[in-house]
């Protein structure tokens, strides 16, 4: 009997053995599916972390492209500016040497005018002398036609450049004005 004691006993003892290792498997497992499920609740609240961060960084980017392409769009407007204010001032300066040349040509033309004038004034002088001084009044007359048709030519031009100092100026005024506008 003692030896059916010692049987039943190593059964049993191996049968408890058997239980606590399917005890301790079965515990392993659960705690193995409680931390899987646990790594699966963290990695979806990071799926949906990560999620929500890329949408953001997504509509971060189309607002940088957005933003670049306004940039862009810009700076190819201040080129055009720059290249039409370029065209303007060139046709400016242009526009400036031509009235340079104006009146250059209107101030020599006044010069002459002065002169012309000077002139004038001493012919006048030479008249008034020679109608005291003159014993041939023949001669005098014909010297007088002749210094009086001089004095007409002269008022003729004067009238004339007074006229084109003065159109001269309106269009410098104008010039002026329009590039204050």
Known sequence: MAANQEKDDKFEARNMAEMNRKQKK??????FRDKEKELKRERGEKLITFGEQNKRLKNEKK???????????????????????TIEILMLKNKIDILDEIVN??????IKEVDQEDESKRLKIKIGILSESSTSKDGWEEERKEILKRIEISKDEQK???FQVKTLSDAINKTRGGDDG
């Open 26 to 31: 079965r515990m392993a497992d659960k705690k």
């Open 160 to 162: 004339k450049l007074i």
């Open 105 to 110: 040509s209107c101030s020599q033309r006044l």
């Open 63 to 85: 607002c940088l492209h957005i933003e670049t392409d306004g940039t862009k769009n810009d700076l190819d407007s201040a080129k055009a500016k720059a290249k039409k204010l």
